[in-house]
Structure formats: C-alpha cells, structure tokens
C-alpha cells in the first residue's frame, strides 16, 4: 500500500492517504485505484478520470519507492555537473531538464566543484535512490569513479567530457579543432607569444585542446613554449590566484587562449584592474561562446551546447528503451565566434 506523509496548513502532521482511502472515497479496491493511477489500460477512462480527481482533492502523493519496488522504474534521472553556477553547465543543465520532463522524468542535480570525491558521492547517492539513468560530465581524473558506475550497471552517458581508457558513450565537442581553430586565428591575426590558461590534467578537453594549440603553433612554425601553458582551476572564484600568477610572472605574451569563458572573463576582468585594456594591450579567446551582458563581446570557440544537451538526452533514453546496446559517441564541429577582444596585431 502506498504511503506519504502529508501536512496540514499549519505544518502539522496529519494522517497519510492511502490506496484504500481512495478506494473507500471512490467506491473501487485498492487495486482498481492503483492501476488506474498508474494508467493501465484494463480500466476504462472514466474510472481513471473520477479516481484521479478524488486523489488529487485528497492529497495523495506517489510514494516513489513503492512505485520503483512494482515497476523497477523511477523515472528520476540524475545529472551531475562539475559547477552548476558556470553559465556552460547551467545551459545545458536546463536543457536536458526540460527534454527529460517533456518525457515523463523528474531530474535531481549534482555539483561536484570538479572534485572526484564529490563525484563519488554523487554517483552513490543516485544510486541509492533507484534513478534510471545518469548523465554526468566527469571531474578531473574521475576514471575510478566512471569503472565504479559502470560496475552498477546504471545507464549512463557523458557530457562535454570522455576518458581514453574506457569505452563508453559520451557526447563532446571537437576540443583539439577547437583548439587548433583559436591559436591559428590569433596566429592570422599576427600573434606569435599566445598565453595559453588551460584547465587542469586529468581532463580529456584540456589534454586535447593543448594537442590544437600545439598543431596550430608547429603548422605556423612557431616554437612551443612551455612557459606560456599555464593551468588555472575553472570552479567559479577559485581561479583568480593561478592567473594573476601568469599576469605578474613577466613572460611575453600578446594574446591569450582560455579554457572557458568564465577563464577568459576573470583573465580580462584583472588585466583592467590593472589599467590596461582589452584588446588594444592584450587580445583573448574564450571557449564555450556563452551570452553575458558585458559591454565587450568576447571572440569565442563555439559548439552548440543545446545540441550537446540534446545528443545526450538521446542516447540516454536510447540506454533505457534498450534500442542499442552498443555505446555510441558523438563529436560536435567547432566554430570561432568573432567579438570585440581579439585586434591584429602589427
């Protein structure tokens, strides 16, 4: 028999409603109301429509985990993002939200502030409330935690990042082409010293884009630099201290590659505290081409994030229809987005 607890306007307890209570209202067997609110095609619309009106003006709420321990079906689906408040992971965030509620499924969120502990506890909560599947963007070095879901056998596919050692399905953007399309624009534009901020090891977009930027530089023949790779964290307010380093540090540079826009943002955030300007001093790429109200349009590598949402929304749910067993992997095109922070340079 299923069972909530409910309140009363003055926040009270008062006695759940059953099954039965319905039944009793209604004049039908527990059963009866139980497949009529599960939407069983046995019982015929009418009866569905009275016992659905009396639930609802009775309070009933679906006790979920009864209705999982029936069904083996929780149509919740869990998402778990490294920083929510990144404007990248909230868009698409809100996406696959409304793409999965279109769909009949209640999402919970998960911020892990990229840190795999986080990530492992995430994975164990959504586990142990029974979720139907997972869409997740993996943390740093969060290869353990991916081999721990796969050994749950919860379906599962990632976002914006993949892992080398393990096949599974994943939805990303061209991070290597990415990188290689910014520095060889900043290298059309007469720029040879190119600051690079990227994001920390352990992560495939970081790893990939460093092999663009290589590729771009060697095709130019420009000598690589190890000095002008620098690693930032990329967790809101925690990436201020790594790039007044690269700023105060002395090294020459006249253009600068971040890993996001949100990098980008602080990098020219403090370059103007610093009484100079953007992009008359320095010039800057930002990856993700995410929309602000800034007075300056940030030059920006661009893949569609509602299609990224999209293509992962889909293969999840191929997971769950079992349509395909195979794991599937998906690669979205990039594109520079011109603004107003890259100038030529000479």
Known sequence: ???????????RKRRTVTLRDIGLATGYSANTVSRSLADKPD????????????????????NASASFLRSGVSRIISIIVGDISN?????????????LQKKGYTCVIFNTE?????EKQAIITSLSQNVDGILICPCPNGEENIAFLRSHHTPFVLVGRRFFTQDTSYVICDDEGGGYLATRYLLTMGHRDILFLNGPGGISS?????????????EANVPYRSALVRTVPIISGKMEEKILQALEDGISYTAILAFSDLVAWQMICLICRRGQSIPKDYSVIGFDNIKTMYPLRLTSVSSSKTTMARRAVELLLGKLERRSEEEKHFVLETRIVEGDTVSRRG
């Open 114 to 118: 990229e840190k795999p502990a986080l």
């Open 206 to 218: 970081s790893a990939e884009r460093l092999l663009g930027y290589q590729r771009a530089l060697e």
């Open 43 to 62: 019982i015929a619309p009418e009866t569905k429509e009275k016992i659905r009106k009396a639930a609802e003006q009775m309070g009933y709420i679906v």
């Open 87 to 99: 404007p990248h992971f909230s868009v698409m965030v809100k996406e696959m939200q409304t793409l």
């Open 1 to 11: 028999m299923d069972r909530e607890k409910t309140s009363n306007s003055s926040g």
